[in-house]
């Protein structure tokens, strides 16, 4: 590809994985392959069922063993989870150095950074790969600032008021 684009939603707002879906979304409809690996929802979360039925455009990827979500998880759920993830954590980089997708969503990425999994440098490892895709997009809660100078286009989520 001769341009790529990498772009961060992160925040304590919701909606970063939705925007990101609405990302690919847009990209399907101009004839782009996506990949998604989600991660830290467990192996059930539904946001992206619907993007299931877009396959073969579209292929979900998810580690997670368990039906909860990471931080559901006792501690020793966790410790054999984590296997799973860094397992995830691996084919998402395979899949940004092979150009097997145009697009690439790492939802969560960001989170696995928070809980520990893996280092701020992980991610700007991935980041740095001159993979041959259009656009990698990332999410999370937390944005280290060591990561900015590598990410295109950063948008924050923020809720300014949510009563449910």
Same mark, same amino acid.
């Given at each position: 590809?001769?341009?790529?684009?990498?772009?961060?939603?992160?925040? +304590?707002?919701?909606?970063?994985?939705? %925007?990101?879906?609405? +990302?690919?979304?847009?990209?399907?409809?101009?004839?782009? @392959?996506?990949?998604?690996? +989600?991660?830290?929802?467990?192996?059930? %979360?539904?946001?992206?069922?619907?993007?299931?039925?877009?396959? *073969?455009?579209?292929?979900?990827?998810?580690?997670? +063993?368990?039906?909860?979500?990471?931080?559901?998880?006792?501690?020793?759920?966790?410790?054999?989870?984590?296997?799973?993830?860094?397992?995830?954590?691996?084919? %998402?980089?395979?899949?940004?150095?092979?150009?097997?997708?145009?697009?690439?969503?790492?939802?969560?990425?960001?989170?696995?950074?928070?809980?520990?999994? &893996?280092?701020?440098?992980?991610?700007?490892?991935?980041?740095?790969?001159?993979?041959?895709?259009?656009?990698? &997009?990332?999410?999370?809660? @937390?944005?280290?600032?060591?990561?900015? *100078?590598?990410?295109?286009? &950063?948008?924050?989520?923020?809720?300014?008021?949510?009563?449910?």
């Amino acid at each position: 590809m001769d341009t790529r684009i990498i772009q961060a939603f992160y925040g +304590q707002g919701k909606g970063k994985t939705s %925007a990101a879906v609405g +990302q690919a979304l847009r990209e399907i409809g101009e004839g782009q @392959h996506v990949s998604i690996v +989600q991660f830290l929802k467990g192996k059930i %979360a539904d946001e992206f069922q619907i993007l299931s039925r877009l396959e *073969p455009d579209v292929q979900i990827f998810r580690f997670d +063993q368990s039906g909860l979500s990471y931080c559901d998880l006792s501690f020793v759920e966790k410790e054999k989870e984590k296997q799973n993830i860094i397992n995830g954590f691996n084919y %998402a980089k395979k899949v940004i150095e092979t150009g097997e997708s145009d697009v690439i969503i790492l939802d969560e990425l960001l989170g696995l950074v928070d809980l520990g999994i &893996i280092d701020t440098e992980d991610v700007i490892d991935v980041l740095r790969i001159e993979g041959d895709y259009k656009k990698l &997009i990332i999410t999370g809660n @937390h944005l280290a600032e060591e990561m900015i *100078p590598y990410i295109d286009v &950063i948008c924050e989520m923020i809720s300014v008021k949510d009563n449910t």
